[in-house]
C-alpha cells in the first residue's frame, strides 16, 4: 500500500489507519521517504491483529524531530491489508483517501483551479530506478490542452498543484 502524501512532526501530522479484515496476524513494515527517495525518520514495524485496525499519526510511527513531508510504503504479506490517510489541520480543512496502488497510468477525472480551490496532485515513484511521467491535460471537450514531462527520482515524489505541474499558471 502507498500513502501518497504524509506529513510528519512535533505540530504537523498526518493520520494514517490500517486494517487487517484477514483472519490472520499481519506484520507490517512502514516507510517514510522524501521527495528525492531518502528515508525520513525510523522504519516502523507493526503487528496488526486478525479482523483489527491500528490507526496513529504519522509523528507517532516515525521519530521526525522538523516537519517533514514525503509519502510512505507499507508492505506485508497479507493481501487483505487495507489503509486510509487523512491530512489537513483536522479544524478548517481535512482531506482523505483510500492508499493508493501503483499504476502506469492515472486518471484525474477532475481538476479544479480558481480563486479558492486548488487541485493537488501527489505522484509518488515506487520504483528504485528514476522514472519520466507525463502529465496530460484536457480540456472539458476532451481536446488535448497540454502535455508535460516530469521526472520522478527513484523511490521519490512530486507534489504540487496541477497548474504548477502541468505549467499552466
Same mark, same amino acid.
Given at each position: 500500500?502507498?500513502f501518497p502524501?504524509v506529513? =510528519?512532526?512535533p505540530?504537523?501530522?498526518?493520520g494514517?489507519?490500517?486494517s &487487517?479484515?484477514?483472519?490472520?496476524? =499481519?506484520?507490517?513494515?512502514?516507510?517514510?521517504?522524501?521527495a528525492v527517495?531518502?528515508?525520513?525518520?525510523?522504519i516502523a514495524?507493526l503487528?496488526?491483529?486478525?479482523?483489527?485496525?491500528?490507526?496513529?499519526?504519522?509523528?507517532? *510511527? *516515525?521519530?521526525? $524531530?522538523?516537519?517533514?513531508?514525503g509519502?510512505?510504503r507499507?508492505?506485508?504479506?497479507s493481501?487483505?491489508?487495507?489503509? *486510509?490517510?487523512? &491530512?489537513?489541520?483536522f479544524?478548517?480543512q481535512?482531506d482523505?483517501?483510500?492508499? =493508493?496502488?501503483?499504476?502506469?497510468?492515472?486518471t *484525474?477525472?477532475?481538476?479544479? $483551479? &480558481?480563486?479558492s480551490v %486548488? %487541485?493537488?496532485?501527489?505522484?509518488c !515513484?515506487?520504483?528504485? =530506478?528514476?522514472v519520466?511521467?507525463q #502529465?496530460?491535460?484536457y !480540456?472539458?471537450?476532451?481536446a #488535448?490542452a497540454?502535455?508535460v514531462?516530469?521526472?520522478?527520482?527513484? &523511490?521519490?515524489?512530486?507534489t504540487g498543484?496541477?497548474?504548477s #505541474?502541468?505549467?499552466t499558471s
Open positions: 500500500l502507498y502524501r506529513t =510528519a512532526g505540530n504537523s501530522s498526518t494514517i489507519a490500517l &487487517n479484515p484477514s483472519a490472520e496476524i =499481519a506484520s507490517v513494515t512502514l516507510t517514510y521517504l522524501n527517495g531518502a528515508r525520513l525518520g525510523n514495524n503487528t496488526i491483529p486478525p479482523s483489527g485496525q491500528v490507526a496513529r499519526l504519522s509523528a507517532e *510511527f *516515525f521519530a521526525i $524531530q522538523d516537519v517533514q513531508t509519502w510512505v507499507a508492505e506485508s504479506a493481501p487483505a491489508l487495507a489503509g *486510509f490517510y487523512l &491530512n489537513g489541520d479544524i478548517n481535512a482523505g483517501a483510500d492508499s =493508493a496502488q501503483p499504476s502506469t497510468n492515472l *484525474f477525472p477532475w481538476i479544479v $483551479q &480558481n480563486g %486548488t %487541485t493537488e496532485l501527489s505522484l !515513484n515506487t520504483t528504485a =530506478a528514476s519520466t511521467a #502529465l496530460s491535460l !480540456n472539458s471537450d476532451g #488535448l497540454r502535455t514531462s516530469i521526472q520522478v527520482p527513484a &523511490n521519490g515524489q512530486i498543484s496541477a497548474a #505541474l502541468l505549467q
